[in-house]
């Protein structure tokens, strides 16, 4: 693997860590946002994100725990948290954004693309890509739910062309699911595998394709679960957090984990349900109430205030 330039194609939630993340590790990121409204949208992100890094090295000089291994594998002494905090001011300074194909596209190795969940969307902005995109790019979605076969013929390189997903707060839950389909060729497959661990993620290999790789399969039954107890009005948000915590003993319950997610990617999935398109469905219900909120603005822990107010 000699990739060097990388392009992230989107700077929502994980578009932006992604980004972030790949430009802390060494490599010349480029980010490609649909308009200028977007690019305006994307910075703050990249300012918290910097933040949270800067501010996470520094508590991990007293406070061990507070380490997270997308920084490295061990934990260095207190000069070299130093030198990482360097790392993390010259990544945000050094990443580009724009809306130009071209732009993006110019002398670019890898491309992940992390846009919205909606087929439509992704086809589009691969069959225009693939005008720009010299032979030798590799391309990797980071859907949630969608099949990289689903897409394969609309990059115009089904060879080059798979899956890499990650966890969210890449830094600390620092996951690489690969996922290949059946035209996948290996030495791509490999490379892209080489490229996860080279930012500092664990490489998890899928062998066959499965809509919502190995964590959201798990993951996603879950939220939808606790959605419809709130769709049903079975119990509020913070109730179901808070029994699932009791509970289990988790850290966190499944309306802190959406407003990590984004409220607009619960939506997207919610949509693709053909029972959400009867108002009178749970799935109906759901994106109902998802959409009152996105509507609102309260989009998730990004955007403030979700299911719980981060302003305070």
């Known amino acids: ?23 802390f590790r060494g490599f010349d990121v480029t980010v ?5 409204a977007s690019i305006e949208r994307a910075k703050p992100k990249f300012e918290r994100l910097r933040d949270i890094y800067l501010q996470t090295l520094e508590a991990s000089k007293t406070n061990p725990a507070a380490w997270a291994h997308g920084f490295a594998a061990e934990r260095p002494d207190d000069t070299g948290i130093d030198a990482l905090k360097e790392q993390v001011t ?18 670019a190795d890898l491309v992940i693309e992390s846009i ?11 069959q225009e890509l693939a005008k720009h995109l010299p032979e030798k790019t590799v391309i990797a ?15 115009g390189r089904p060879a080059k062309y798979l899956a890499l997903h990650f966890a969210n707060e890449i830094w600390r839950n620092n996951t690489g699911e690969v996922m290949g389909h059946a035209g996948t060729g290996q030495e791509y497959y490999d490379m892209v595998v080489e490229f996860a661990e080279a930012i500092g993620m664990v490489p998890l290999q899928l062998h066959k394709e499965q809509p919502g790789y190995i ?8 939220l939808n679960a606790s959605q419809a107890l709130w769709a049903n009005d079975v119990a509020d948000p913070e109730t179901i957090d808070k029994t699932w915590q009791l509970g289990t003993g988790a850290p966190a319950g499944p309306f802190r984990i959406l407003d990590i997610v984004g409220l607009t990617t619960a939506y997207n999935i919610a949509v693709m349900d053909p029972r959400a398109k009867d108002p009178s469905t749970i799935q109906g219900k759901i994106a109902a109430k998802l959409k009152e909120k996105i509507d609102a603005g309260e989009t998730g822990v990004n955007a403030g205030k979700g299911f719980y107010d981060y302003r305070k």
Not at 92 to 106: C, F, H, P, Q, R
């Open 116 to 126: 919205a969940e909606d087929p439509a969307q992704k086809t589009a902005f691969y």
């Open 32 to 36: 490609w946002l649909r308009s200028d």
């Open 215 to 222: 964590l959201n399969s798990m993951l996603v039954p879950f």
């Open 90 to 107: 010259k990544a945000y300074e050094g990443l580009k954004l724009t809306t130009s194909y071209a732009e993006a596209a110019e002398d």
């Open 141 to 155: 979605t980071n859907s949630s739910t969608m099949l990289p076969s689903s897409f394969a013929e609309a990059t």
């Open 1 to 23: 693997m000699n990739f060097k330039k990388v392009v992230v194609a989107g700077g929502g939630v994980l578009g932006s860590q992604i980004a972030f993340q790949t430009a």
